[in-house]
C-alpha cells in the first residue's frame, strides 16, 4: 500500500481553515464527499464515531482520523495543513496542524490497518513533518507525500 494508491491532487490540502476539531472533521467530510460521492453527513458521523473510541490525534502536531463506510470500494485519503493549529485532544495535548483522513470500505480489513500503519509512519518521521509544515501549497504537499522514501531520505 502506497501513499500515492490512497491520495490525489485533487485530496490534499494547503491552508485549511477552522476552529475546532468538528469544524476541520466537517470541512474535509465535505472535500471527502466530493470525491466519493457519499454524503458528507455519512462521512462525518463515521469520523466522528470513532473519535468517541479514543482521539486520533496522534501527537506532535498530526491527526488521523479514520473509518469503515459500507457505500466505498476502496480506501480514499484526504490531507490537510491547517493554517493555525487547533485542540484536537490529541494524546500529547498539543494542537494539530496536519490532519490526514483515511476512509475504508466496512470489507477493508487488514488493507486499512495496513494504510493507516503506512499514514502513521510517513507522519511519525519529524522530518517529513517540517517539511509539510514549510511546502508551498498542495502541490508540494502532495509531491512530498507520495515520494518514495529513497527520495525522502535523500532529501
Do not use: W
Not at 507522519?123 to 529513497?150: E, F, H, I, V, W
Amino acid at each position: 500500500m502506497e501513499i500515492q494508491q490512497l491520495l490525489s491532487p485533487d485530496s490534499v490540502y494547503s491552508g485549511l481553515k477552522a476552529s475546532s476539531k468538528r469544524q476541520a472533521l466537517q470541512d474535509l467530510a465535505e472535500r471527502a464527499s466530493s470525491i466519493t460521492g457519499i454524503p458528507a453527513r455519512e462521512i462525518l458521523e463515521t469520523i466522528l464515531g470513532r473519535e468517541r473510541l479514543g482521539t486520533t490525534g496522534v501527537g506532535q502536531g498530526v491527526a488521523i482520523p479514520h473509518g469503515r463506510l459500507e457505500k466505498i470500494n476502496r480506501l480514499f485519503g484526504l490531507f490537510a495543513r491547517l493554517d493555525d493549529p487547533i485542540d484536537f485532544e490529541s494524546i500529547d495535548d498539543q494542537p494539530v496542524d496536519l490532519i490526514f483522513m483515511l476512509l475504508a470500505p466496512e470489507s477493508a480489513g487488514a488493507d486499512h490497518l495496513k494504510a493507516l500503519a503506512k499514514v502513521s509512519r510517513l507522519l511519525r518521521d519529524r522530518a517529513m513533518c517540517d517539511k509539510l509544515r514549510g511546502a508551498d501549497g498542495s502541490a508540494a504537499l502532495y509531491a512530498l507525500l507520495t515520494q518514495n522514501p529513497a527520495q525522502t531520505n535523500a532529501a
